[in-house]
């Protein structure tokens, strides 16, 4: 994202003289101001979690093709005049975007120090050497996996569009000066390496969501779109029509962007083909600069939120993570507004004492200068960041619980054996309990099952252990119920539902063939397709095709999959002579337990919760829970084991999860009404250490805590 008032999405380094004529070339469009402003109230509206605009996120998609438009067009005239620098290029660049990126990484440095755990300053300081070198969106796509903490508790995440932009802007002035040696080639390879890039979005949203999302590749052809219309235009003279057919294509446009905004969600698949509205939407308004811009887009308060976009985008995402990471529960939609109004102010001080004086100030600076400067403050800062990541977020900052819980939490989620979305079968290596003839001891018993089932394998070891069944064959797969004829369909993951089929035939195959296998141990967050339920997700029967789609399957029609899939896996291992045990799952805790006991042990963190957010959990190592919460779900998995342990009463039991960390809460008795709001208290934490990692998997020690206690 860009910000300017007179060269819009430029960093000027140039004299005087040239900054004035290039003044001249490109007039100021004001309705493109408006139109930033648009993409960036989007945007702050959907970080806000404000409900009705729960496609928001199209607002980047809008700001990147504003910026191809901008620089390519810009570009393009420089080369054409025989004036085109690498190092004047540059040098704008630097000065447009470094200084209020570097004054906002110095502050959030700060806070970061103050708030953030050593594990959370740890990972803050990689983000942030990640931004520094303009690679923010290979960090987060590296650093991606089913464990990674919310995005939204990322206080930079919001970098990630910035290095997009940066690393298409490497490549493409070479490009550009390589084409205009001949200048009919310019707008058909642009356009054909534009064709190319769509493409490459669409497959991975398929197959690779993440890199679909963060990767350039799969984004350049949003700015190249904005380039092949500077392009176009270039040389061609602005239309004139005022006519009310010439201004549908840009009320169009602006349809497309607002209704994305309001219509489109996070589980859909993104990018993929729903970017191309955004996209063409924002082409359609930019083509046109005519009446209906002027009328919508032109208004005093809509070009001042345009002019202070770019500095909006960078402070807004980070204080409503620091906000986030200091409250136990979830900020409402308000409270994250007002912190918006906060960053917008912000943006303002921002805008006013750092982007402006600097940009008129350094006007006669030369480019080198430009360059020499950035490249010290960088290697300066990531100097410092560096120290403080070497030294695991500085750990003597806080007490020994904090470090303990930490380390609970980390030790916790290494485990090689549950495979991620992508996978179609199982590790095979000997640490998963695969087949191994150099291992005398025998593998009795198999844990089949998803994440929730994964988090339960140091527990299964002792289990495996105490009752003389050697070791453990771990069989799992995030996300995956891994129940016969089961599969889950993700829009997020759209290939999962056909990934998560392969997978539960190859982990059934590996059991059902096995004779060392005596006990089998089914886990899952059983009622993971409810509690994130969306159009076009769900338990699916496994059939010859793709899964149906949402609107045919009812929650009712999604627990019969559920409970007939239970049943048909009990079956067909207990006819193999196995002994199966149900895992009736963990309850789900209505805020992080472990971040909650990290922000007990950090006064100004819980000082902030408590007093500025009103966002504190009760104190204790307890919660009340819901105990009505999905209880069709859990009634499906009893009622399907209780048919099976009537007709196997030896082979077949169920333990509760649940029951090992909760106890029923009741109503009053002479106030029927209460009986439905009957709650649970369920403890998430023993001896100074979090039986969960986050609100719904166990942690290492929470395993041995619950499986101690199965029979």
């Not at 993570?321 to 136990?328: P, T, Y």
Request: aromatic share 10%; with cysteine; charged share 15%.
């Amino acid at each position: 994202m860009e910000t300017t008032h007179s060269l819009p999405g430029t960093i000027g380094a140039l004299s005087v003289a040239r900054e004035r004529a290039r003044e001249l070339q490109l007039a100021h469009r004001t309705d493109i101001d408006g139109l930033r402003a648009v993409a960036i109230l989007t945007v702050v509206a959907f970080h806000c979690a404000v409900p009705w605009v729960p496609g928001g996120f199209v607002g980047v998609d809008v700001f990147f093709v504003i910026s191809g438009f901008l620089i390519g067009g810009l570009l393009h005239k420089e080369v054409l005049a025989g004036r085109f620098s690498y190092l004047d290029f540059y040098a704008r660049r630097t000065r447009r975007i470094a200084p209020a990126l570097f004054v906002l990484l110095a502050v959030m440095s700060a806070l970061a120090l103050l708030l953030l755990s050593p594990r959370e300053l740890a990972d803050f300081s990689t983000y942030a050497l990640g931004t520094l070198f303009s690679v923010p969106n290979l960090v987060f796509l590296k650093s991606t996996n089913y464990f990674t903490g919310s995005a939204e508790l990322n206080p930079l995440l919001m970098a990630w569009s910035l290095g997009v932009e940066e690393q298409f802007y490497i490549f493409f002035p070479p490009l550009l000066l390589l084409l205009m040696r001949r200048k009919n080639t310019l707008l058909p390879v642009i356009g054909f390496a534009c064709l190319g890039s769509f493409a490459l979005n669409v497959w991975t949203t398929q197959a690779h969501p993440a890199v679909a999302f963060y990767a350039l590749p799969p984004r350049a052809w949003e700015l190249g779109c904005g380039v092949l219309l500077a392009l176009w235009q270039a040389g061609r003279a602005p239309a004139r029509s005022q006519s009310w057919r010439a201004q549908l294509p840009a009320l169009a446009g602006l349809l497309m962007i607002v209704g994305a905004a309001l219509l489109f969600n996070a589980q859909m698949a993104f990018p993929g083909y729903a970017a191309l509205v955004p996209v063409v939407g924002t082409l359609l308004v930019i083509a046109n600069g005519g009446a209906v811009n002027r009328l919508t887009l032109t208004s005093r308060p809509l070009v001042f939120v345009g002019l202070l976009s770019y500095s909006w985008y960078l402070w807004h995402w980070p204080l409503l993570s620091f906000a986030r990471i200091a409250c136990d529960r979830p900020l409402t939609w308000g409270q994250a507004s007002l912190v918006a109004v906060l960053a917008l102010a912000m943006a303002y001080l921002s805008y006013r004492f750092v982007e402006t004086p600097i940009r008129r100030g350094w006007r006669g600076t030369g480019p080198a200068t430009v360059i020499v400067i950035y490249l010290g403050v960088t290697l300066i800062g990531g100097g410092a960041l560096a120290l403080a990541l070497r030294s695991g977020g500085l750990p003597g900052r806080v007490i020994d619980g904090v470090k303990r819980v930490e380390y609970e939490v980390t030790s916790s989620r290494m485990n090689p054996c549950l495979m991620g979305y992508g996978d179609n079968t199982f590790n095979a290596s000997a640490a998963c309990g695969g087949d191994d003839s150099t291992n005398p001891t025998k593998n009795g018993l198999a844990l089949l099952g998803d994440s929730h089932a994964s988090a339960l394998r140091p527990g299964m070891d002792d289990y495996a252990r105490r009752n003389g069944l050697g070791g453990v064959v771990q069989l799992t797969k995030s996300s995956c119920p891994t129940l016969l004829g089961v599969t889950r369909a993700m829009n997020k993951h759209p290939r999962h539902w056909h990934e998560c089929a392969q997978f539960t035939q190859a982990a059934f195959e590996r059991v059902l063939d096995s004779d060392d296998i005596k006990v089998v141990v089914l886990a899952g967050y059983w009622s993971a397709p409810f509690d994130d339920a969306a159009p076009g997700q769900g338990y699916r029967a496994i059939g010859d095709v793709q899964p149906a789609p949402a609107s045919t399957t009812t929650r009712g029609a999604e627990l019969e999959i559920l409970g007939s899939g239970m049943r048909r896996s009990i079956d067909a291992l207990v006819q193999r002579g196995k002994r199966v045990v149900v895992m009736e799952d963990t309850p789900l805790f209505p805020f992080d337990p472990a971040k909650k006991m990290v922000s007990e042990g950090m006064p100004l963190r819980q000082a902030l919760a408590r007093d500025v957010f009103d966002g504190m959990a009760p104190a204790g190592d307890t919660a009340l829970i819901d105990e009505q919460l999905d209880q069709d779900v859990r009634a499906t998995v009893v009622s399907s084991v209780a048919v099976a342990h009537a007709a196997s009463p030896a082979a077949v039991q169920i333990f509760s999860v649940r029951g090992q960390l909760c106890s029923r809460v009741g109503a009053s008795a002479n106030d029927a009404s209460k009986a439905a709001a009957t709650q649970d208290a369920c403890r998430f934490a023993a001896d100074g250490l979090p039986l969960l990692t986050d609100p719904q998997h166990i942690s290492n020690y929470g395993a041995h805590y619950i499986v101690a206690r199965m029979p």
